[in-house]
Each structure stands twice: as structure tokens, then as C-alpha cells.
């Protein structure tokens, strides 16, 4: 019912900028939480930066002040920019959306394929 598909990840030098881009599509009547997760090798899927319809984020503290979580709701779609990318960044990074698909309903969880972020020092 529900896609997400990830854009705008790659390989950036430490200190550098990336901006990610994820799209929802399908039966939608409302996404009233997004977020970012991401996972590096041999480690557990954290939760990034998550955004609500409303507006409201909240960040991990290891990218606050670095990262900014925003969305357009008329698009269906949610953005990360990343910039003093550090080495420790590097990770595949998930779009997730929690999406009432028809009104009165709960909602349900959805995940995108994910984007490679690659940072070097």
C-alpha cells in the first residue's frame, strides 16, 4: 500500500554535506511520524531524527547541531541534511513512516530499502 524510497546517499570526505531525501507513495491519508534510522556494520538500527505532521523533531545527541530533520506534507516527503559529516556517520540510512492509510484507522509501520552514507576521514 505504502513505498518509501531513499535518495541522496554516497561517499563525502569528513567535514562534508549530504542531503537525504525520502519519498512516500501508495494509499495515504495522513504520515503523523517520520524518522531517520541508520546502521553500521555489526551494530544495532538507531533512531536518527524523527519529525511529526506537526513539525515537532527530536535527534539523536550524537548529530544534534550537525543534522536537520524537515518534511513537506503536500509531497509526502522528508529530508536529512547532514553537514561536519564525521567518519562515524558512515552507515546505511533507513527512511521509516509511521501512515494512517484511510481516516479512524491505526497506523502502520512502513520502511524504506535505505541509502548508503560512506564518510571518510
Known amino acids: 500500500q505504502v513505498q518509501l524510497v531513499e535518495s541522496g546517499g554516497g561517499l563525502v570526505q569528513a567535514g562534508g554535506s549530504l542531503r537525504l531525501s525520502c519519498a512516500a507513495s501508495g494509499v495515504i491519508f495522513s504520515i503523523p511520524l517520520m524518522g531517520w534510522y541508520r546502521q553500521a556494520p555489526g551494530k544495532q538500527r538507531e533512531l536518527v531524527a524523527a519529525i511529526s505532521s506537526g513539525g515537532s523533531t527530536n535527534y539523536a545527541d550524537s548529530v544534534k547541531d550537525r543534522f536537520t530533520i524537515s518534511r513537506d506534507n503536500a509531497k509526502n516527503t522528508m529530508y536529512l541534511q547532514m553537514n561536519s559529516l564525521k567518519p562515524e556517520d558512515t552507515a546505511v540510512y533507513y527512511c521509516?513512516?509511521?501512515?494512517?492509510?484511510?481516516?479512524?484507522?491505526?497506523?502502520?509501520?512502513?520502511w524504506g530499502q535505505g541509502t548508503q552514507v560512506t564518510v571518510s576521514s
Open positions: 521509516n513512516a509511521d501512515v494512517i492509510n484511510f481516516y479512524g484507522r491505526r497506523p502502520s509501520l512502513y
